[in-house]
Each structure stands twice: as structure tokens, then as C-alpha cells.
């Protein structure tokens, strides 16, 4: 009967195909010049046309704001050993009153812990390219030029909705006089992600994070790119594939306790597939199945808890620890004010490889279309190419469920996941650095040489 109830998790490899051919659709929709605004999966230019060829060198500095802390890096990339070297960091916080205050303070201060960190460095003599990781939705214009389009994650600054945060940034820096960095560039996480791996292995061209969310970029060819001017060359496209079924195109794949996470979400009708796979969903999902089965006496000999009835207490990382046996069930359910028995414990197991497994193979239904989309552009009958991993649900959770999925699904394809090592700080730098020496061929048509990554999770 359990079995009965977790049915319309388990989605065939057939049905897996279903959702991947859509996902192509909306991809093609995504990238369209006439059809973009009205996308679901949003595919947005990043201005960054080439990975890594590992001849990359020099100082590189890295900024990344992404909550209530920000981090300054100081980056060296060195050609002879291939390797890049985060040299020191330092952690700032963002007191209350600043992420409430006008932009102009939120950047004064960011510039001030900025010259702090170069006086510690001493680099205050030296003028080197920034890389910064600012996760906020923003549109991007062009490498060093990025629009907030709204402040999320308790930030409410005045004056920096609709303007360009590069500009900000600089005119801060500008306002003290004691320092100057050469460029900045704006750059999404996931891209990040990608060119840290990048580094470390050439034949990387996709990011991957499954983390709180999800997201995954790729390089595409510039004649696809119909919003961008040019016809040459690659450029690396964000996909935003979290927005994926926003326009209901995922309807006959949701259950009825997607629905009601949805429904209950901050942002409800957003992010539909996010919150089938990602980290800040999954546990709820359990939590709304556990509790169906309770109350139809399948578990816990019909008795739920206080806690287990409260939204949000059944954390994503509980499903990975039961995964890794039933001792840690017990204790978890014990924790939940749960009366169990083994049978119980079994099931709730049971209920987490469900829900997990659906979530990776989801996400292999969507990196397989990006895996053939990049065989089929290139005309290639088969493709070998690495994915840069990066999030908490890829790290904890059992990958052998999104490996087979992905074997199944792209025959034609040799693929290798590689786990990134701090994408938004090295690779946010190393985006700074392929950026400084395609600038200096101009040739590349590459822009700037900036870096300032954008997440717009």
C-alpha cells in the first residue's frame, strides 16, 4: 500500500525522455530574440566566451556577496604549475542596519572591507582585475555591466534596483582614493562553477549546482545566441532551468505534495523545477508524505507528532543521513517525537530513496538535453565532455541514481562529473583571467576584462 502512495514519484526513463524533449523546446524558446520574454527557462547571455586553456596567470582578486557575510580573495593563478592558489581571505559582515540603509553605504562598505584586505595583502600598490559573485537576480548587459532587478534574501538597499551594481561598485571604490582595481566583471555562480573545474580540466563545459536551488550553464555557439550580436565563436548561456515549468509544462509530472509546497512557498507558480530536486524543498516533500501516511495509519500506528505536523522540520539533510542507514532513522525520528518501530523505520527509508531519486534523475533528464544539445551543435556523432558539480545535494546524496539516468538517456555521450572547489571565489577569478588574456587578442572579440559573478538564486 506504501508503495501505492510513492507511485507518482517514480518516473519511467521513457517519461524522463518526455521531460527532456521539453526541456529542449524551452531551451530553443529561451534563446530566441522573439520569444526570450516569454521563456520559462530564461537562457541568459553571460558575456563569457571561453573556458580555460590553462595558459592563464597572474594576481586576481575575488569579491562574493551572497547573504549576510560577504568574502574577499585574493586569487594567484600560475601557469607552470597549473594550479590556482586561493593566497588569504577574509570574511566581512553586513550589519542589519546596512542591508536596510541606501546603496551608497552598502558599497562604501563594501569598498572599505576591500582596502582593509588589500592593506593586509599589501596589494595596495598594485591595480588587479576583480571578480565578484553578487547573488541577486540582475540582468546582465555585458560582462562588467549588470542591472539589479530586485533585492532578495533580506536586503532592502535604496537606490540600486535598476541600476547598474558595477558602476556602484566602482564609484565606491572612487569615493575613497586610496586603492583602484583595473576591471570588474559580472558573473553567475554556476558559471563559476564551470570555470573552476575548467581549470583543473579543458574539456569541461557545463556548471551544475544542485544545492538550496538548482541551476546549470553551458557554452553554446554564438550563432544560436540570437540576442547577442555575432556570429562566431561560444559564449556560456545561464540557463535558469529552475524556472522550468513555470508556464505548467511540468503539470502531469507534479504531485499532489509539489503542489502544496508550491502552494505554501514564498513564491508560489515560481521555480517549478526547482522545488521538485533542490535542497530547500526535498525535506518538506518527505515531511508532507510521512505525514499522508500517518494519517492513513501506514506509519507510526497513525501518530503524528507536533513537530512532524510543523512546516520545514524535516531537514533535506535528515534524507541523506537515513539513506545512509537505519540507525541514523532512529534517532531522527526519535528527535521528531515519533513512537517507531523498525517496519517504520523501513519505510521512512523507503520514502527518502524515493523522493531522492526522483530529484536526480530529474536532473539528469535536464543535463542530458544540455549533453546533446552541445553533441548536436557540433555535429558530433558522439561527445566526451565534463559537467563542474557544485551544491550540498550533489555532495551528500548517492550519485549512482543521476549517473545511470544519464547513461540511459544520452547513449552517444562519455560524461564526467567533476566537484567544483569554491566556484564563486576561484572561479569567479578564473572568469577574471580568461576574460584579461582574451582582452589582450582582440581578436577574440572578448569583452573587458572583468569579473563580478552574479547568482540569481
Known sequence: IVVKHLEPFRLSLEKLKVVSTRLRKDMIRGLGKHTHHRAAVKMLPTFVRATPDGTEKGDFLALDLGGT?????????????QKMVKMDSQ???????????????????????????????NLKGQTLPMGFTFSFPCEQKEIDKSILIRWTKGFNCSGVEGEDVVKLLKEAIHRRGDYDISSVAMVNDTVGTMMSCGYRDQTCEIGMIIGTGT???YMEEMKNVKRVEGEDGQMCINTEWGGFGDDGSLEDILTEFDKVVDRTSINPGVHTFEKMISGMYLGEIVRLVLMKLTEKKLLFKGEVSEALRTKETFETKFISMIEDGLENAKKILT??????????????RLVCETISSRSARLCAAALATIVDRIRVNRGLPHLKTTVGV??????????????KAMHFLTPDCKIKFLVSEDGSGKGAAMVTAVAHSLSKHPHCMMVPPLCFTVRND
Open 215 to 217: 541551476n546549470a550553464c
Open 335 to 348: 528527535e521528531l517525537g515519533l513512537t517507531w518501530d523498525l517496519v517504520d523505520a523501513r519505510v521512512v
Open 69 to 81: 557575510n560577504f568574502r574577499v580573495l585574493h586569487v594567484r593563478v600560475m601557469e607552470e604549475e
Open 390 to 403: 557544485d551544491g550540498t545535494v550533489y555532495k551528500k546524496h548517492p550519485n549512482d541514481e543521476l549517473q
Open 91 to 121: 570574511l566581512c559582515a553586513i550589519p542589519q542596519e546596512i542591508m536596510l540603509g541606501t546603496g551608497e553605504q552598502l558599497f562604501d562598505h563594501i569598498a572599505a572591507c576591500l582596502s582593509e584586505f588589500l592593506d593586509s595583502q
